[in-house]
């Protein structure tokens, strides 16, 4: 993992709120299907893997609410900072894993 480029860059407070609200809206959908999957009636397999997509796009939005945060917040302004070269490199590293 890439360190970060700059001291005191941080998640701004507007997209930290939105992202742990959804995370916690999340963690209570995985519990949801997790006693779903603990029940002993049946359960049916493509409702399973339904929930479980919801999940992975509830994701994907977290993801991307901190992504365009770190691209509006800290990329736009990394030739003001200087470092340019740390922030390109860092990208790169995220992009990994998307």
Do not use: N
Request: with cysteine; aromatic share 2%.
């Amino acid at each position: 993992m890439v360190d970060s480029p700059a001291a005191g860059l941080r998640l701004g407070d507007a997209a930290r709120k939105d992202a742990r609200q959804r995370l916690l809206s999340i963690k209570g959908h995985v519990e949801g299907i997790t006693r779903m999957l603990d029940e002993d009636a049946c359960i049916y397999c493509v409702d399973a893997l339904k929930q479980i997509k919801a999940v992975q796009g509830a994701l994907r939005k977290v993801s991307e609410i901190v992504l365009r945060s770190h691209l509006r917040d800290h990329v736009v302004t990394a030739a003001q900072r200087g470092d340019v070269e740390a922030i390109v490199e860092e990208l790169m590293e995220v992009l990994k894993y998307r």
